[in-house]
Structures are given as structure tokens and as C-alpha cells.
């Protein structure tokens, strides 16, 4: 079930309009204030928290309250249980939007993030990577790649988990795009399972190339069981196309399971549509 864009009346249009700019004020000064606390934070506790997994805490919280503000997102998250606290994942997710950062931010589970390079400039949302050693990479440049998967070693090795979005930017469809072999190589390298987080909304809530937020709409993660390494050796491309596969059904099972979808050989799309 592909992704489709939800007719809207003169009211929703406005309504969304109203909404964008003041979340985004909102959004300015909470994370101006957030900001504050993980830099205070930072200096608290940098003596016993080398791995800023305090600070991480902290901007999972920031990052998730945005998702509760709006109930008309019904955001829900499933299957925290997968990530355990005390092991260590190379966890990744499908990627349609910034709002997928919140989501990931919501499962309360210990990671460092993987992020293009340019999102460390943002002011506020750069600083916070900063203060929790995010791991930064620059799109097509080699060395950068190499750094980046040393990096991230690094932080496996040290029992720090890491977050990656393998499709390696933002799909413009709504749909999973072709996954990158680096996340399953690393997985395998450093004998860690992989986590998949599915994410459903976000694209339709703030999709690429759109600078309005849409009011109504569910949000809806569910994180999958691990796949295990030794399920996987000498086969990371089985394990890429097992995960590619997995994720791209439960995106269309929670898309599915909140829409009614399109009738066969209807022109509009039958819009009423969440399932009782």
C-alpha cells in the first residue's frame, strides 16, 4: 500500500497553517531551553558520563514531547522491549522526515546518532549533537564514510549503541528506499544485532520538500525484533534485503491498518478512514 496524500477541506488547510507557525515558534524556544539544560548537564556530569548517556536521556525527552503536544497525531510507539538498555545495537529506521528523529528520540533507549554533516550547522538541533557526540558524515565523500564507520565502531566497541538510516536520505515517495550495505557490514564486523524501528506518519505529517505541518494524521513506530549476527555471517546482503523486506511489510501493515486505502478502479481515494 503506497503512501497518498489525504484530501483536506478549507478548515484543515487553515487549521495546519495555524498549527505550523506555532509549533515552530514553540519548537524555537523550547529547544533554546533545552539546549541550556544539556549544556549544563554536559559540564555535570562529563567527569563519570564519558559516554554522555545522560545527556542523551535528556535530549530524548526533549525530542519526544514535541509528539504528545498534538493528540490529533495519536502517536504510538510499540515494541520497546526489543532494544534492551543493557546490550548493544546497531539500530536503524526508515527515513521520510525530520519528525522521524522525534520518533527515534521516543523509544528512551541509548544510541548516537548517525547524521549528514550539515545538520551539526543548525543552530540549537547542531549544538545538541554536538553535547552528545553525535557521529557526523558527509554525503558522497569517501573519507568522510571511512571516518564515520571508525567512529562508529568506536562507540560499539565502547557499548554504545549507534542509529542509522540506511536509505541514507529522506524518500520523496513515502516509500522505503534501496538500503546501504554500510549498517550490516558494521553489524556483522562487530557481531551486534541489527534493530529495525518502522516508522508510519511522519511522511505524511512533514515529508521533504513541504514546509507545513499536517495536523491530523497518526504517528505510529514499531520496533522489530533483533536480527541476530550469527543468523548473518558472511552474508550481509541476505541481511539487507531480510531487513529491507521486514520493514517495507510493516510499514504497509501500519499504513493499512490506519487507512482504508483506494477501491479497485476508483479515481479518489477512499478518505473517512481510520479503521474502527
Known amino acids: 500500500m503506497q503512501a497518498v496524500e489525504r484530501p483536506r477541506n478549507a478548515i484543515q488547510v487553515a487549521v495546519d497553517k495555524v498549527f505550523s507557525i506555532v509549533f515552530l515558534l514553540y519548537f524555537i524556544l523550547s529547544s533554546a531551553f533545552f539546549n541550556a539544560i544539556t549544556a549544563i548537564a554536559t559540564v555535570l556530569t562529563f567527569p563519570f558520563d564519558k559516554r554522555r548517556q545522560i545527556v542523551h536521556m535528556i535530549s530524548c525527552f526533549w525530542g519526544w514531547h514535541y509528539l504528545p503536544l498534538n493528540p490529533f497525531w495519536q502517536f504510538k510507539i510499540e515494541g520497546r522491549e526489543h532494544i534492551d538498555p543493557n546490550k548493544t545495537y546497531v539500530i536503524i529506521g526508515n527515513h521520510s522526515s525530520y519528525f522521524d528523529i522525534l520518533v527515534c528520540y521516543a523509544t528512551f533507549r541509548k544510541f548516537k546518532f548517525v547524521s549528514k554533516e550539515t545538520i551539526f550547522n543548525i543552530p ?15 554525503r ?32 520523496e515517495t513515502g516509500e522505503i528506499l534501496p538500503f546501504r550495505a554500510g549498517c550490516f557490514n558494521l553489524a556483522l564486523e562487530l557481531d551486534v544485532p541489527i534493530v529495525p524501528i518502522v516508522i508510519y506518519g511522519t511522511y505524511e505529517v512533514f ?6 505541518l499536517r495536523t491530523f494524521q497518526p ?9 541476530m549476527p ?3 555471517k558472511g552474508k550481509p546482503g541476505k541481511m539487507k534485503d531480510d531487513a529491507y523486506k521486514a520493514m517495507s511489510e510493516t510499514l504497509s501493515e501500519l499504513r493499512a491498518k490506519h487507512y482504508i486505502g483506494t477501491a479497485a478502479g476508483a479515481t479518489e481515494i477512499l478518505v473517512g478512514t481510520k479503521k474502527d
Open 207 to 212: 515529508p521533504k520538500n513541504r514546509n507545513e
Open 219 to 227: 504517528i505510529h513506530a514499531r520496533i522489530l525484533p533483533p536480527m
Open 140 to 171: 558522497g565523500n569517501l573519507s568522510s564514510i571511512k571516518e564515520m564507520m571508525a567512529t562508529c565502531k568506536e562507540w560499539l566497541k565502547m557499548g554504545a549503541s549507534v542509529m542509522m538510516f540506511p536509505e541514507g536520505t529522506r524518500t
Open 124 to 138: 540549537l538541533i547542531g549544538w545538541n549533537m554536538y553535547l552528545n557526540q553525535y557521529v557526523k558524515i558527509r
Open 230 to 232: 550469527e543468523d548473518y
